[in-house]
Nanobody, 127 residues
Framework: QLQLVESGGGLLQAGGSLRLSCAAS??????????MGWFRQAPGKDREFVAA????????LYGDSVKGRSTISRDNTKNTVYLQMNSLKPEDTAVYYC??????????????????WGQGTQVTVSS
């Protein structure tokens, strides 16, 4: 029903910016009707909520560690969700995952609220 493919990771410098993309292949339902999220997982740590853009309102939600320096957005004509992150820090180093939820979730911040996941893209921030 839904496949997600992330892109845009890599090796970056602290203080720089990144833009991740997540392209969705959808069948049976329109991309715009999914809540889309970004999570990340650093080695030895739990998966952490980064950002989400909620269906049907498209109101964004951000994790505390990225709030104020990140923007999540979506282009429903391209079936793509983006994560722009500025002022990168070494602690932003992680595998970043795109996720989708087909249900209405008021506060979509936990992994179990999302039913589809991408394979992840590595982001490494050097100091």
């Amino acid at each position: 029903q839904l496949q997600l493919v992330e892109s845009g990771g890599g090796l970056l410098q602290a203080g720089g910016s990144l833009r991740l993309s997540c392209a969705a292949s959808v069948s049976g339902r329109t991309f715009s009707s999914f809540t889309m999220g970004w999570f990340r997982q650093a080695p030895g740590k739990d998966r952490e909520f980064v950002a989400a853009i909620r269906w049907p309102t498209d109101v964004p939600l951000y994790g505390d560690s990225v709030k104020g320096r990140s923007t999540i957005s979506r282009d429903n004509t391209k079936n793509t969700v983006y994560l722009q992150m500025n002022s990168l820090k070494p602690e932003d180093t992680a595998v970043y995952y795109c996720a989708a939820s087909s249900i209405i979730v008021i506060v979509p911040t936990t992994s179990d609220q999302f039913g589809w996941w991408g394979q992840g893209t590595q982001v490494t921030v050097s100091s």
